[in-house]
């Protein structure tokens, strides 16, 4: 079970991996101001860094259920770890392409990810009912 509870730590970590993509790809940052010197960059890397940003604290509470639903529930831990890699590598290559602007990909493996957590608290839901 460490292996998920590892995988949530670095879930919670990308976020800020992303951000400072988007901080480094921008104008001078200006750390006064954060959020309304994000609003004026331009250039597309350091915009779409922050989407990603972004985007990764709106899936990290679905994964987080989903991984200590799964473990109360009594899912096998080998299937929780599996799955929890799983939204890792999706969120990193999410991240990734969306950096990047490869949109086809980037759609994929958010629902790649979206799937693995929404697959932990369907079976911890089938598990208890």
Not at 14 to 27: D, F, I, M, N, Q
Not at 41 to 55: E, Y
Request: proline share 4%.
């Amino acid at each position: 079970m460490a292996i998920a509870y590892w995988c949530i730590l670095l879930a919670a970590l990308l976020p800020y991996l992303w951000v400072s993509v988007a901080k480094r790809s921008g104008e001078r940052y200006n750390n006064r101001d954060p959020r309304d010197w994000q609003t004026k960059q331009t250039n597309p890397r350091s915009q779409r860094a922050h989407a990603a940003h972004l985007n990764g604290f709106e899936s990290f509470p679905a994964f987080v259920a989903g991984v200590l639903m799964a473990q109360l529930a009594g899912v096998s831990p080998m299937t929780i770890n599996l799955l929890a890699i799983v939204f890792v590598v999706a969120r990193v290559l999410h991240g990734v392409f969306y950096i990047n602007n490869v949109q086809a990909l980037r759609s994929l493996v958010w629902f790649v990810g979206f799937a693995s957590a929404i697959a932990l608290i369907v079976m911890a839901a089938l598990k208890i009912g």
